[in-house]
């Protein structure tokens, strides 16, 4: 499954809202009703955390400026209002069929 | 706390072996799927491999695929990466990650180690 991002690039203004899509060339959808979609934030110079799982669920400790939503193939992380904390490199992945496959990333810094 | 220390990277030459090590504490390992996930210098996330709660089976990318070996030993709480053949396009950092459970289904990547280099170079 091919997962792909946009922007790639996307500069932000604190206190401002932002949006990345994410897009799969197939349905992450399983017929339990789940979507296998996660998001990933990777700050600068750390190891990827997670974000969202399973389309729209956050994580444990992640604020609730965060918000993923959409289904089947189309889907999106939503930042309510940016924080300076935010800045770094947003992956989508999906998790229903091995290989997991990720998109290409999307670099959010502040203007 | 859950933790994944990792250890074992570093410096290797082309067509030969390294083992990667990832210690996990404060969460029942032998319950857990785990993945490796590798990052190329200023490249993006790719998924290499990922092994059952119980060994019993196991997944790799086309990449790695007869290279690489992914075991783990639940009596010591550790998972490891064997590499072997290696070649300059397996440069990177290499990450372990533990598979996330809720609602009775697995749900992302949700703890990670922080992290190993591993650059092939003669």
């Known amino acids: 499954i091919v997962m792909t991002q946009s922007p790639l690039s996307l500069p932000v203004t604190p206190g401002e809202p932002a949006t990345i899509s994410c897009r799969s060339s197939?349905?992450?959808?399983?017929?339990?009703?789940?979507?296998?979609l996660d998001w990933y934030l990777q700050k600068p110079g750390q190891s990827p955390q997670l974000l969202i799982s399973?389309?729209?669920k956050r994580a444990s400790g992640v604020p609730d400026r965060f918000s993923g939503s959409g289904s089947g193939t189309d889907f999106t992380l939503k930042i309510s209002r940016v924080e300076a904390e935010d800045v770094g490199i947003y992956y989508c992945?999906?998790?229903?069929?091995?290989?997991?496959?990720f998109g290409q990333g999307t670099k959010v810094e502040i203007k | 706390q859950v933790q994944l220390v990792q250890s074992g990277g570093g410096v290797v030459q082309p067509g030969r072996s390294l083992r990667l090590s990832c210690a996990a504490s404060?969460?029942?390992?032998?319950?857990?799927?785990m993945h490796w996930v590798r990052q190329a210098p200023g490249k993006g996330l790719e998924w290499v491999s990922f092994?059952?709660?119980?060994?019993?089976?196991?997944f790799y990318a086309n990449s790695v695929k007869g290279r690489f070996t992914v075991f783990r030993d639940n009596s010591k709480n550790t998972l490891f990466l064997q590499m072997s053949s290696l070649t300059a396009e397996d440069t990177a950092v290499y990450y372990c990650?533990?598979?996330?459970?809720?609602?009775?289904?697995?749900?992302?990547?949700?703890?990670w180690g922080q992290g190993t280099l591993v650059t092939v170079s003669s």
């Open positions: 990650a533990r598979e996330g459970q809720c609602y009775s289904t697995s749900c992302g990547l949700d703890y």
């Open positions: 404060e969460f029942t390992f032998s319950s857990y799927g």
């Open positions: 092994i059952w709660h119980d060994g019993s089976n196991e």
């Open positions: 197939q349905s992450v959808l399983h017929s339990n009703g789940y979507n296998y």
């Open positions: 399973l389309g729209s």
């Open positions: 992945m999906q998790g229903l069929q091995i290989p997991r496959t």
